[in-house]
């Protein structure tokens, strides 16, 4: 869909922001490790000696700007994965209207279900967690993630929105558990750990 693309390409733009970023601060670390902050002059106020002050001065300024179209640019992404989201939302929508409509046109039921692939597996998950509690166990695979599956899924930080957006409210999630099916509702919200359901989860490479 398009706006996988669009949402490819901002990434993509994203990736090159940091990466000019860290060729800056890297070459502020080969001046004297001066960073963003330390003083480019001497007790005496002049200008250091032992660096290359011009160079410092440029990169410093270079790094303020990218960071400002850093943050643009995220929030770019943002709209896009919530555009993103929209879509599988209404595409769910009508296929369910459409299964309903077919089932109610012929004789006993007929299952409009698509065989989805797992585009994610969970290999952690700590105890006590929102995952846990909601019944995630390592090594499901996932299936449906709220609004996130295969057909939609680009990356860890379309999970990351949805859990982001959905904090406090469950989601349905559908994993592949040793060959069978199995739907649990699990809800994102701060607890004693690390994110906001306490697990790792990472592309499926199959």
């Not at 509690?133 to 996130?148: M, N, Q, T």
Request: proline residues 5%; contains cysteine.
């Amino acid at each position: 869909m398009a706006a996988t693309t669009k949402y490819k390409s901002l990434c993509k733009k994203k990736d090159e922001i940091e990466e000019q970023i860290k060729e800056l601060l890297d070459l502020l670390e080969s001046q004297k490790g001066v960073g963003l902050k330390e003083p480019l002059t001497d007790a005496e106020g002049y200008p250091r000696a032992d660096i290359d002050v011009y160079s410092c001065r440029h990169a410093r300024h270079q790094i303020s700007c990218l960071q400002n179209d850093h943050v643009a640019i995220m929030k770019d992404i943002e709209e896009e994965l919530t555009n993103i989201h929209q879509q599988a939302r209404e595409q769910k929508s009508q296929t369910d209207l459409l299964s309903q409509s077919m089932s109610s046109s012929v004789d006993g039921p007929v299952s409009m279900e698509t065989d989805r692939h797992p585009f994610a597996v969970v290999d952690r998950v700590d105890p006590g967690s929102p995952a846990a509690y909601g019944g995630l166990e390592v090594s499901d695979e996932l299936l449906e993630f709220g609004s996130v599956m295969s057909e939609n899924f680009v990356g860890l930080q379309t999970l990351a929105s949805v859990m982001q957006h959905s904090k406090g409210r469950p989601l349905r999630c559908v994993v592949m558990r040793k060959a069978r099916k199995v739907t649990l509702s699990v809800t994102p919200n701060t607890w004693s750990g690390p994110g906001l359901l306490g697990c790792n989860i990472k592309p499926n490479k199959k």
